[in-house]
């Protein structure tokens, strides 16, 4: 723990701690893990502290909430300095990696305003394949789109909006 997080938040019993996120995503991280504060889980966001390897970054500590490999993937969308710490007892019992699987589905829309994904009442699960992890570069399954890591960050920003 750097001496500017112990400022801050104290250490979790039991739940999960995502370190080594690059300085500015926690909420952008939250909104991947769809946790809005409203469940009534303990969350610590903590932003812009120091770190040897980063200069700067976020820490997201959720209490009581283990996540699935799905979720943890899903961070590296975003994150993909990311570890994962799994906190029982006030011990790191198992520290972990994020990493991007080769298809992506859900989360993302296609940027495309005609693709199939986005035909109203006829519900498509968005998909996405990856075609480069950095720079973050992913290809729509149905219309061939290509996004980026820009796009990705500005829609979970425009969500957090609502
Ligand atoms: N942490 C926590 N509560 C605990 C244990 C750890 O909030 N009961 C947090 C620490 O504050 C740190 C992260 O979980 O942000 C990882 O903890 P630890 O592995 O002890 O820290 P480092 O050795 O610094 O981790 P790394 O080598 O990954 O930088
Ligand atoms: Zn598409």
């Known amino acids: 723990m750097t001496p500017s997080e112990g400022l801050l938040v104290r250490r979790i019993r039991e739940g999960t ?62 994150a993909p300095s990311a570890t994962i710490n799994i906190v029982k007892d006030y011990r790191v019992i198992e520290k972990k990696r994020v990493e991007l699987p080769e298809l992506i589905e859900g989360i993302i829309t296609c940027t495309n305003p005609t693709c199939i994904t986005r035909k109203p009442g006829e519900p498509l699960k968005p998909r996405f394949k990856l075609l480069s992890r950095r720079p973050l570069r992913l290809q729509c399954t149905y219309c061939g789109t290509i996004i980026d890591e820009e796009d990705v960050l500005e829609q979970l920003e425009e969500a957090s909006e609502e």
Request: aromatic share 0%.
């Open 17 to 78: 701690v995502i370190d080594h996120i690059p300085a500015g995503r926690a909420l952008a991280v939250l909104r991947i893990l769809g946790i809005t504060g409203r469940e009534g889980l303990r969350v610590a966001v903590v932003m812009n502290v120091e770190s040897r390897r980063l200069g700067r970054k976020d820490i997201v500590k959720v209490e009581g909430r283990h996540l699935s490999s799905e979720e943890v993937n899903r961070i590296a969308l975003i």
